[in-house]
């Protein structure tokens, strides 16, 4: 299968779940984003795994259990997001064994794959199917336009009744203000109208 490369482009905080963080994932040669929502925790595991000279002062999960690997002389080739279903990303870790080449693939929670994979420099991949259903194509290059606060309390909740234009202009608004959340119930949207059509 032809995979697609991904970069940790950053994590933010989630303005619509409380407690909750967005990982942003891009492609890298179309720079579209895939924003997967974690929690705090793995939200602070990714970074400190991320930020090679930051030690805590006990081991994390995901540390632990990279020395579990690196003890039984695994090491981790690849992390493969290979699925959505209901919003919810699925992922795969394909361990190696340096010994004796057996592979092993384990099922995981995204944040749980990138966590690991940011402590062995571990590509991270998805697949075209995943990235036309959750990927936003950021558009830095357009004139941004003034939204007025009234219109956005209006349609929040309401997207069946805006027009196609307004729909694109939200979802790029969502985007820039990083509500990813926001962004995928919009797309959503947009996705539901271009399949009546077709």
Same mark, same amino acid.
């Given at each position: 299968m032809d995979y697609k490369r991904l970069t940790i482009r950053g994590i933010s905080y989630s303005q619509t779940q409380s !407690?909750?963080?967005?990982? #942003?994932?891009?492609? &890298?040669?179309?720079?579209?984003?895939?924003?997967?929502? $974690? !929690?705090?925790? +793995?939200?602070?595991? $990714?970074?400190? !795994?991320? &930020?090679?000279? $930051?030690?805590?002062?006990?081991? #994390?999960?995901?540390?632990?259990f990279s020395k579990f690997v690196l003890a039984t002389h695994f090491e981790i080739e690849s992390v493969i997001i290979y699925q959505i279903i209901d919003g919810v990303f699925f992922s795969n870790i394909n361990f190696k064994n340096?010994? @004796?080449?057996? +592979? #092993?693939? #384990?099922?995981?929670? @995204?944040?749980?794959?990138?966590?690991?994979?940011?402590?062995?420099?571990?590509?991270i991949y998805t697949t075209q199917q995943v990235l036309n259903e959750a990927g936003i194509l950021l558009e830095l290059d357009l004139p941004s336009k003034e939204v007025e606060s009234e219109e956005e309390i209006a349609v929040e909740g309401n997207l069946s009744t805006l027009t196609n234009e307004d729909l694109k202009k939200l979802l790029d608004d969502a985007v820039k203000d990083e509500d990813f959340d926001a962004a995928l119930e919009i797309q959503e949207e947009i996705k539901r109208r271009k399949k009546k059509i077709d």
């Open positions: !407690g909750a963080y967005a990982l #942003l994932l891009e492609h &890298e040669e179309t720079n579209i984003k895939l924003p997967v929502v $974690i !929690g705090n925790f +793995e939200a602070q595991s $990714i970074s400190l !795994g991320l &930020e090679k000279d $930051i030690h805590p002062p006990r081991p #994390l999960t995901h540390d632990l340096k010994t @004796t080449a057996e +592979e #092993l693939i #384990l099922d995981a929670r @995204t944040s749980d794959a990138v966590a690991m994979a940011v402590r062995f420099d571990a590509p």
